[in-house]
């Protein structure tokens, strides 16, 4: 017991950061039903990092070395400037959905990852890290950069908050947004991008993604306030970490694809008990809120 608490204290460690600053982005995304946001930005940033690993293969980190700022770079800019590219799309065209432009954003993102990876040696082990991540083995000192870009994009989210959220209330609503909808729109997309850039690096495409949406799914299927829900995201997400973690541990699975599959049990479990106890029908609601 106290080798797999020794083995899995980091990987926790890193998880629950993750998830604290994820789960909080999914219910802006989740109220804004821009669901695929989260996977468009990390394959955005993949492909940042894998015109890294092509340009500057000496300079690429390889394994779990994620101390290298060469593929980092890259994907922040990459992030960056698909932030400009949404919050433009998402003020000027109102003929097409935001999340169809999203969608397709995600599909030539993918096809221009794997494009890349087929002009390159060892693309294989690459694309495995890309999708599944390398939590398992992080250490003590990986952890500072997400501490410290955690700790921003939070604070910030904090002090305007007010901004923030009544974006997200009104993002449908054309009328009700000023003209500074545009730039606190790039600034949502922009530190969401900084987030999932460094988050890639240690858990993957997959398991950005389900941290992201599957919490907040979870939540909003029982409570309407906005704190309810994030407390009880974040109280599933723990449950399923630590579970999973110990399974993968335990039973030599691989802890990405194992932690986004038994996430999505529990999801389904709780939507077949909602639907069951009292109907299972989502919309949105006043205040921020979605209604369940």
Known sequence: MFDAVHFLIVPFVASLMTLGILTYLGMHVLEREIIFIDISLAQIAATGATAAFILFPGGYAHGHDHS????????????????????????????????????????????????????????????????????????????LPLAVVYTLVGGIHAVFRKQFINLTRNYHDKERQGSAALWWDFMFYALMGVVITFTVEFIGVLLT????????????????????????????????????????????????????????IVLALAAGLKSLTGGLRLSRGEAGEVRA
Request: glycine share 6%; net charge neutral.
């Open 68 to 143: 290298t700022m060469i593929p980092r770079i890259f994907s922040i800019g990459f992030t960056v400037a698909a932030a400009a590219f949404f919050s433009f799309t998402a003020k000027k065209i109102t003929r097409i959905s935001q999340e169809t432009i999203i969608g397709v954003s995600y599909a030539i993102a993918a096809a221009a990852t794997l494009f890349l990876l087929a002009t390159a040696a060892g693309s294989d082990v690459h694309m495995e890290e890309m999708l599944t991540g390398s939590i398992l083995w992080a250490q003590w000192s990986n952890l």
């Open 209 to 264: 993604f389900a941290f992201l949406i599957i919490p907040a799914t979870f939540s909003a299927l029982f409570f309407r306030n906005w704190a309810f829900r994030l407390i009880a995201a974040w109280a599933m997400g723990m449950i399923v970490v630590t579970a999973g973690l110990y399974m993968s541990y335990s039973w030599d699975i691989t802890c990405g694809p194992g932690l986004v599959a038994l996430m999505g």
